[in-house]
């Protein structure tokens, strides 16, 4: 595009590409369907408009193979969109295993990120090409919403709770990052840049930055100065389950029922500890609430994630 308003966005990835397709066919489709309608509206019109001379004898009643044709036919037309499409959202919905994990913060009025390896950026965020990227997303106060257009993705991202996309992207540039839920006075400039890199300069990217350690190793430190070990590690006097390979699992709790470890589970225990207490421990842990930032949780969520299973050897 030549002027300076591009009407579509640039495609980063293989998924744009094909939620594109998506969006054309669907369009085609729509005209399809439309323009019979349409097209025979105005011809009856013309043709038998008052005071026409058009011949009104014998007009039929009833036309059975019509009448189930315009029932049956746009509704197996539509049934193919939506398994098309059910395919994509599923695929969307089912991030593969070994994909980087960046944790998203949102607040009123910017996102900011941490990598793995705990480089952290505000209103921009760098990620490699040809490897899946996952986003762990929270906000800090109200409903935001993350919308990366080039990748034809969006997701709310919502106070206590995280939601989380997937995606590869596959094309290297500087793309746009915005947030599109209306989250107050500035929420019009609550965006930033999306930059997709070749591999190696994704490296280059990381080692510049600086890093007080990896996302895991702050979650330690923390685990350290909150007092956490003091319960939870391996020389503590008081009776608390051990961390280490939790993540995954199924925690009998005790009320008799399973929880799945995951990051909303280790972030309920640290919010409120009484809410779904381990099987065959009282609940004495304190809540955290108020004393640890959104930031921290999802720090301290990787240390739990990062110990290794009782038995294996440490990485
Ligand atoms: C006063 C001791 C104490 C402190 C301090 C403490 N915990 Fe706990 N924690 C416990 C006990 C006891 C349980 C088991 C009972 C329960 O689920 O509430 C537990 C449960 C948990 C669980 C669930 C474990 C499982 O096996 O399902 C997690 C995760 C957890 N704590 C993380 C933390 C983190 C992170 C901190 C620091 C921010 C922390 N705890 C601080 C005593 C403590
Ligand atoms: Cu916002």
Same mark, same amino acid.
């Given at each position: 595009?030549?002027?300076?308003?591009?009407?579509?966005?640039?495609?980063?990835?293989?998924?744009?590409?094909?939620?594109?397709?998506?969006?054309?066919?669907?369009?085609?489709?729509?005209?399809?369907?439309?323009?019979?309608?349409?097209?025979?509206?105005?011809?009856?019109?013309?043709?038998?408009?008052?005071?026409?001379?058009?011949?009104?004898?014998?007009?039929?009643?009833?036309?059975?193979?019509?009448?189930?044709?315009?029932?049956?036919?746009?509704?197996?037309?539509?049934?193919?969109?939506?398994?098309?499409?059910?395919?994509?959202?599923?695929?969307?919905?089912?991030?593969?295993?070994?994909?980087?994990?960046?944790?998203?913060?949102?607040?009123?009025?910017?996102?900011?990120?941490?990598?793995?390896?705990?480089?952290?950026?505000?209103?921009?965020?760098?990620?490699?090409? $040809?490897?899946?990227?996952?986003?762990?997303?929270?906000?800090?106060?109200?409903?935001?919403?993350?919308?990366?257009?080039?990748?034809?993705?969006?997701?709310?991202?919502?106070?206590?709770?995280?939601?989380?996309?997937?995606?590869?992207?596959?094309?290297?540039?500087?793309?746009?990052?915005?947030?599109?839920?209306?989250?107050?006075?500035?929420?019009?400039?609550?965006?930033?840049?999306?930059?997709?890199?070749?591999?190696?300069?994704?490296?280059?990217?990381?080692?510049?930055?600086?890093?007080?350690?990896?996302?895991?190793?702050?979650?330690?430190?923390?685990?350290?100065?909150?007092?956490?070990? $003091?319960?939870?590690?391996?020389?503590?006097?008081?009776?608390?389950?051990?961390?280490?390979?939790?993540?995954?699992?199924?925690?009998?709790?005790?009320?008799?029922?399973?929880?799945?470890?995951?990051?909303?589970?280790?972030?309920?225990?640290?919010?409120?500890?009484?809410?779904?207490?381990?099987?065959?421990?009282?609940?004495?842990?304190?809540?955290?609430?108020?004393?640890?930032?959104?930031?921290?949780?999802?720090?301290?969520?990787?240390?739990?994630?990062?110990?290794?299973?009782?038995?294996?050897?440490?990485?």
């Amino acid at each position: 595009m030549t002027s300076g308003l591009p009407l579509w966005p640039a495609a980063a990835s293989a998924y744009a590409d094909r939620i594109d397709l998506l969006v054309w066919t669907f369009s085609a489709l729509i005209i399809a369907l439309a323009a019979p309608v349409i097209l025979g509206m105005m011809w009856f019109a013309a043709k038998y408009h008052r005071g026409s001379s058009a011949d009104r004898r014998h007009a039929p009643r009833k036309g059975f193979w019509i009448e189930t044709g315009w029932a049956v036919i746009p509704f197996l037309l539509a049934m193919v969109f939506y398994v098309w499409a059910a395919r994509l959202y599923a695929l969307e919905r089912t991030p593969p295993d070994g994909a980087l994990e960046v944790a998203v913060v949102a607040k009123q009025w910017m996102w900011k990120f941490q990598h793995p390896g705990g480089q952290r950026e505000i209103n921009e965020l760098h990620v490699p090409t $040809g490897q899946p990227v996952t986003l762990t997303m929270t906000s800090q106060d109200v409903i935001h919403s993350l919308f990366l257009p080039e990748l034809r993705l969006k997701m709310d991202v919502l106070p206590d709770r995280y939601t989380t996309i997937w995606f590869q992207a596959d094309r290297p540039g500087t793309y746009a990052l915005r947030c599109t839920q209306f989250c107050g006075t500035d929420h019009a400039l609550m965006g930033g840049r999306f930059i997709v890199q070749e591999p190696k300069a994704y490296e280059a990217w990381l080692h510049a930055s600086a890093v007080d350690g990896t996302l895991a190793q702050e979650g330690e430190r923390l685990f350290r100065r909150l007092g956490c070990s $003091g319960c939870h590690g391996a020389n503590a006097a008081v009776h608390a389950p051990a961390l280490a390979g939790i993540y995954g699992t199924q925690q009998p709790l005790s009320d008799g029922s399973f929880a799945l470890v995951d990051d909303r589970y280790i972030r309920d225990s640290i919010l409120l500890p009484a809410r779904q207490v381990v099987a065959g421990y009282q609940p004495i842990m304190p809540s955290f609430a108020g004393k640890v930032s959104e930031e921290e949780i999802l720090r301290l969520i990787a240390y739990v994630k990062s110990l290794p299973r009782e038995g294996s050897t440490p990485p």
